[in-house]
């Protein structure tokens, strides 16, 4: 089992190498980058925003096209929705092995704080590690401090750690081991 991670050229630069690394020790398992090869795909002119599902159907059809079977997922810097929700963070779709985030939302900036690498960084490594969590077959977890917990706002981002708890931890290694 290896993790691509496509990054979209306006993604914020610099980041990807820190990014990745983080994400590779958090789930103790290989994981590289290189620029996105998915057509960007969803975008509704009215909302100024990506529709994640269209967005994820288009990764789907890159894996068939290029017989990729590891998981794949995609950092871009526009905002993205979902149909019932005003936006999302980020969404994985477990059964074809694709996923997608947002950086939009992650920077200080966007809520008119000072920017911070750093931040931005812990944030794209937290909502990635949490989406390919779910890929790996994990569910939302309670514990408010582990990556799989669900945050609704950035306060509730930055609370999490940069771990797995120690049951989200526990049923990765036993299920990436049957693998
Ligand atoms: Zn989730
Ligand atoms: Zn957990």
């Not at 996105?36 to 990506?50: P, T």
């Not at 810097?77 to 950086?103: C, M, P, Y």
Request: glycine letters at 8%; charged letters at 25%.
């Amino acid at each position: 089992m290896h993790i691509h991670i496509f990054w979209d050229s306006l993604s914020p630069p610099g980041l990807q190498i820190p990014v990745t690394r983080q994400i590779s020790s958090i789930l103790g398992m290989p994981v590289t980058v290189s620029e996105n090869h998915v057509r960007m795909m969803g975008y509704v002119d009215g909302r100024k925003q990506i529709d994640a599902q269209v967005l994820l159907d288009s990764i789907q059809a890159y894996k068939h096209r290029h017989a990729i079977k590891d998981p794949i997922l995609l950092v871009v810097h526009q905002d993205l929705f979902k149909n019932g929700n005003s936006f999302v963070f980020g969404l994985a779709r477990q059964s074809v092995g694709a996923a997608v985030i947002s950086t939009a939302r992650l920077s200080n900036e966007y809520y008119g704080r000072v920017g911070n690498d750093d931040d931005l960084i812990d944030r794209i490594t937290k909502e990635g590690t949490h989406e390919v969590g779910h890929l790996l077959g994990l569910d939302h977890c309670h514990d408010q401090e582990c990556i799989m917990f669900k945050p609704d706002t950035l306060d509730e981002l930055d609370r999490k750690k940069k771990v797995l708890c120690k049951m989200c931890s526990e049923y990765l290694s036993g299920h990436l081991k049957s693998d």
